[in-house]
């Protein structure tokens, strides 16, 4: 979907621009579920060594960076911290729980996870 981007920094993309293989993670850094699932990838983060992970949340940026150092995800080279808005989930999404995760592959979507997923399936998903 073409959600826009925003990050840290300042700077912005459209996902539609994005080559490659990607996973979205789409989060609330207040969700407990969420806050698991980031324990888990952050464990098994060398299984998404062919993947950037780009964690998208519509809350505030600085809610979303405590979020990338508490779960010890904010340095590393393969996983993006992003705001987008909540009108663009909702349009290409749907309403949907937290977490969710979105596999794509060259552009196209591979696998869907709503709500809290064991960590294998998302592997097994690579």
């Given at each position: 979907p073409p959600l826009?981007?925003?990050?840290?920094?300042?700077?912005?993309l459209s996902t539609k621009?994005?080559?490659g293989k990607n996973v979205f993670v789409l989060f609330q850094p207040d969700c407990s579920h969420c806050q698991e699932?980031?324990?888990?990838?952050?464990q098994h983060l060398g299984e998404f060594k062919d993947y950037t992970l780009y964690f998208i949340s519509s809350s505030p940026m600085?809610?979303?960076?405590?979020?990338?150092?508490n779960f010890k995800l904010h340095d590393k080279?393969?996983?993006?911290?992003?705001?987008?808005?909540?009108?663009?989930v909702l349009t290409y999404y749907g309403?949907?729980?937290t977490p969710s995760i979105y596999i794509?592959?060259?552009?196209?979507?591979?696998?869907?996870?709503?709500?809290?997923t064991e960590i294998g399936n998302i592997i097994r998903a690579l």
């Open positions: 826009v981007l925003k990050f840290d920094k300042g700077e912005q621009t994005l080559k699932e980031a324990v888990h990838i952050e600085d809610q979303i960076m405590a979020f990338a150092r080279e393969n996983v993006k911290f992003a705001w987008t808005a909540p009108e663009g309403p949907i729980q794509y592959a060259d552009g196209r979507l591979r696998q869907t996870f709503n709500g809290q």
